[in-house]
């Protein structure tokens, strides 16, 4: 491999002509210079310009790596004005009718500049092209295409060091590779830059509408018609994925063909050699959902070619899985698209080097308790493979333009994730786009019992997803055309929740139920009391079971740490039903209700649920036989407990509960809500258990706090924290004339009644 890569060095400082018919632009080298022979058929075509880092020194982030293209391509075109070649980069995408009236005027108010220009030294008339020089160009920082973001601290450009080193030449893109040197910064800073510049078809590939009942990476346009509002146009980002013309009659008769391009994934050699089986499964699980719309072979997972020495993995017409040997644990799956359609020009996995470990630990705090081979400090290849293949068929499903899809993790009952049957056919949940993990409702003995615990291979919406972004619809001529036979496809699944859609949210507390990461089953309460149940199983066998793998006291405090992480997820995860409502995706009609609020005995149910989990922390996590290995953990336990006692009153929670109130029926009040609290926190508590006094205080801190409007507070700006501080005043009340009472009955704990009532 070594030598291998030697000689492509060697290759790739001259210039290419990898297809030297129909050249797209001619590469001229004179000494030192390069030069572009731009076509006058290339004018005014469309071009896509972006660049990849090749290799990097010191790089100030950890996203910012080898191999990866950080920001997106842009659209260019050539110009030729007088005795100048022009670049233009076209940024407004808009759909309009070139017959409207409105065309006119539209183009005249979307008048385009250059962005740079080149001299024209010379003109071939026999190729009718122009000539330029672009070497000062790509040996200097190319603007328009540099890969890193300002904000990393790189020093001075010196421009003696800096150079290009390699031009590649093909019939339909040019690469440009060039090194760069800065000085003057407080460390050397390099980095080698690969520019591509990639002609694009001059008809983009028919625009698919997106829909709210999937999930694709959204691509927009606005839409102009002359008398009528602006409006937006929706669309996906795919792959251009059609039978070849021989096939097309083949397909429309419902044959297997396959595509006139498949998707070709190439694996980087840095990977461990056993995990590469698993790895082209995890790409090519996914065929099985393109067969069922007429495609076969449509994703082919490869090695790299050690054969071939044009080979380049950092061309943008190779897809590559890379390997990225920096201190993250993580995976993703990115796209580059045509700006014009949202077609998918080149997409790519990226492979952190520590992701093993962390989904590792996943399935040692999901499924320790059930499954002994869990127990195991490091995996074996096989065990180990069954994870690699989900995480890389997860992050190929975004290579695929698909979203995260939470929904399908509250898609199953509770109680068929213990059913062999069941998880065997359709594992944890509806789709490898959620982040629902392993099985940790199943309980010691179901794996005997033949319960799966893992994701499956792929989920029915998978299957919805594939046919909804790359069925080929034959004979249509606009994207209007296509939305009765995508409509379709929903309205076949009628109200299965197998096929249905909930968005990745950015929030601290999902304000839908239904639409979490690391949930398993349609009822979270009952999954996160069954999860609790196996890592308070882990815990007590914690020492036992690491020691006799051969662990020591890093690994167990390793596992411990990320056991505590898990116990105080199942508990937040409940936490949504508290004013939540649950979303309805899908066009508006006169059945369907858009949002339907949360019950309040659903809601009554999860803070019991939360509270009484927060006062059995100690039960679960502060073991006494680890802290004689590990030392106390109380510290990080009591503030974790604190942070989500105020969660509960928190600025997210209780403006949602406010909502929930107004709507119809009997729903669950503040006033209601403030009073559950307040029962709940003296119910079975023991004022002189460290944890018990810590939840207490920090409720009567924070009710205190909500209760309390600032005397500069701008009265108009207030609206609902008027009302919950009121709504918190009054249960202030109540709670003082309650802690009174108590103090004179329990005199042992009078001091800590005595505290709380001068925080009041």
């Known amino acids: 491999m070594i030598k291998r890569l030697a000689f492509l060095l060697l290759i790739i400082l001259t210039i290419h002509q990898a297809y030297p018919q129909g050249i797209f632009i001619k590469v001229v080298n004179e000494g030192d210079k390069y030069k572009f022979e731009i076509p006058d058929s290339l004018l005014g075509q469309p071009v896509l310009f972006g660049s ?41 995408f808009v759909d309009v009718n070139e017959n409207d009236p409105i065309f006119e005027p539209l183009e005249r108010n ?36 540099w890969p890193l973001p300002d904000n990393v601290k790189k020093g001075r450009l010196d421009s003696k060091l800096s150079k290009i080193l390699s031009v590649w030449e093909y019939n339909d893109r040019v690469n440009v590779r060039s090194y760069y040197e800065f000085l003057g910064g407080k460390q050397t800073f390099t980095i080698t830059v690969q520019y591509f510049l990639l002609s694009l078809p001059v008809d983009p590939l028919l625009t698919r509408f997106n829909d709210d009942r999937i999930g694709f990476q959204p691509f927009n346009k606005k839409s102009y018609a002359s008398g009528k509002p602006i409006s937006t146009n929706r669309y996906i980002s795919r792959w251009r994925i059609e039978p070849s013309p021989s096939d097309m009659d083949r397909h429309r008769a419902g044959e297997l063909v396959e595509p006139r391009e498949p998707i070709v994934l190439y694996i980087e050699p840095y990977f461990p050699e056993d995990w590469i089986p698993y790895i082209k499964e995890g790409v090519e699980v996914w065929n099985a959902a393109f067969e ?29 899985i890379r390997y990225l040997p920096l201190d993250e644990a993580n995976a993703a799956g990115q796209i580059w698209t045509d700006p014009r359609s949202g077609e998918i020009i080149n997409g790519e996995v990226l492979w952190w080097n520590n992701v093993v470990e962390l989904i590792s630990m996943w399935r040692f705090t999901q499924t320790a308790a059930v499954d002994a081979k869990a127990r195991a400090l490091s995996y074996n290849s096989e065990f180990l493979g069954e994870m690699i293949r989900y995480a890389i068929a997860h992050e190929v499903g975004h290579v695929l333009g698909i979203q995260h899809n939470l929904r399908s993790s509250y898609a199953y009952p509770v109680d068929s994730l213990r059913s062999p049957t069941f998880t065997q056919q359709y594992g944890t949940t509806a789709s490898i786009m959620d982040y629902a993990r392993f099985n940790h409702v199943a309980q010691p003995g179901d794996l005997e019992r033949g319960v799966s615990l893992s994701p499956p291979s792929l989920g ?120 939540g409502t649950y979303s309805v995706y899908g066009p508006i009609d006169s059945t369907l209700t858009k949002h339907i609020p949360v019950s309040k005995v659903k809601q009554r149910m999860a803070l019991e649920f939360v509270i009484t989990s927060l006062k059995d922390v100690h039960q679960h996590l502060d073991n006494q036989n680890l802290t004689k290995v590990i030392g106390s953990k109380a510290e990080n336990l009591l503030k974790k407990q604190a942070e989500i006692m105020e969660s509960l009153l928190g600025t997210f929670i209780l403006p949602r509960v406010l909502r929930n109130s107004l709507s119809d029926g009997d729903q669950y009040t ?25 939840l207490q205080i920090t409720y009567i801190q924070t009710l205190k706090n909500l209760a309390i ?15 919950i501080a009121e709504t918190a005043y009054k249960q202030l009340l109540l709670t003082r004339k309650k802690l009174e009472k108590m103090m004179r009955k329990d005199s042992k704990s009078k001091d800590h009644f005595m505290f709380l009532l001068e925080l009041l």
Request: aromatic share 10%; proline share 6%; with cysteine.
């Open 460 to 579: 029915p919406f998978d299957y919805l997803s594939i046919e909804y972004g790359y069925r080929y619809i034959h004979d249509v001529r606009k994207p209007e055309d296509e939305l009765p036979v995508l409509d379709s496809l929903f309205k076949s699944k009628g109200g299965d929740p197998m096929y249905k859609f909930a968005p990745f949210l950015a929030v601290p507390i999902s304000p839908d139920p239904t639409a979490q990461t690391e949930t398993l089953g349609n009822d979270i309460i009952q999954s996160s009391s069954m999860g609790i149940k196996n890592t308070q199983k882990i815990i007590s066998n914690l020492v036992e079971w690491t020691l006799s793998e051969g662990g020591n006291t890093s690994d167990i405090n390793a596992r411990y740490e990320a056991l505590a992480k898990q116990y105080f997820r199942y508990i937040t995860l409940s936490i949504s039903y508290i004013g």
């Open 670 to 694: 503040l006033s209601g809500y403030f009073s559950d609290i307040d029962k709940l926190v003296w119910e079975n508590l023991s004022p002189n258990l460290l944890y018990h006094q810590n």
């Open 292 to 320: 069922k719309i007429g495609f076969k072979n449509v994703l082919v997972a490869k090695e790299f070619p050690q054969a071939d020495s044009l080979f380049d993995p950092y061309d943008i017409k190779t897809n590559v």
């Open 52 to 92: 990849r880092v090749v290799d990097i020194s010191s790089p100030s982030a950890k996203v910012y790596s080898a191999g990866q293209m950080r920001k997106p391509p842009v659209l260019i075109r050539f110009a030729r004005r007088n005795n100048l070649m022009v670049m233009e980069e076209l940024v407004n």
């Open 709 to 723: 409007i600032p005397a500069d507070a701008d009265a108009g700006k207030l609206g609902a924290n008027a009302i």
């Open 110 to 145: 979307a008048k385009v500049g250059g962005v740079c220009y080149f001299e024209i030294e010379a003109r071939n008339e026999n190729d009718d092209a122009s000539v330029i020089d672009v070497t000062k160009y790509f040996a200097e920082e190319v603007q328009l295409a």
